[in-house]
């Protein structure tokens, strides 16, 4: 059993940054992949970056590819997604997930944290 709690969502201007934390319990939290997907209002939920339970892969949705970096402490139980370059279209509730193997589909995620908003001002 795993939870996720992320945090460090607000509000930005277009062109800043912010970092997203997503801390776990349990202590099976390395053996999964975790990702980040984000869903905007009237919009299906969307993924936007994944990494593997090592740390040594990584895929990125081409909309943040170059923008957006993940990375993971397992010794922390903790991911993190730092966001530059924020644009209005990248504004959406980010949830964080976890899954037992590297995946894009939403389907695969067996855990999944509350989400927090991040808004961007044009």
């Known amino acids: 059993q795993v939870q996720l709690v992320e945090s460090g969502g607000g509000l930005v201007q277009a062109g800043g940054s912010l970092r997203l934390s997503c801390a776990a319990s349990?202590?099976?939290?390395?053996?999964?992949?975790m990702g980040w997907f984000r869903q905007a209002p009237g919009k299906e939920r969307e993924f936007v970056v994944v990494i593997s339970w090592s740390g040594g892969m990584t895929n990125y949705a081409s909309s943040v590819k170059g923008r957006f970096t993940i990375s993971r402490d397992n010794a922390k139980n903790t991911v993190y997604l730092q966001m530059n370059g924020l644009k209005p279209e990248d504004t959406a509730v980010y949830y964080c997930?976890?899954?037992?193997?590297?995946?894009?589909?939403?389907?695969?995620?067996?855990?999944w944290g509350q989400g927090t908003q991040v808004t961007v001002s044009s």
């Open positions: 997930a976890a899954a037992p193997v590297v995946t894009t589909s939403v389907n695969r995620y067996n855990y």
């Open positions: 349990g202590r099976t939290f390395s053996r999964y992949a």
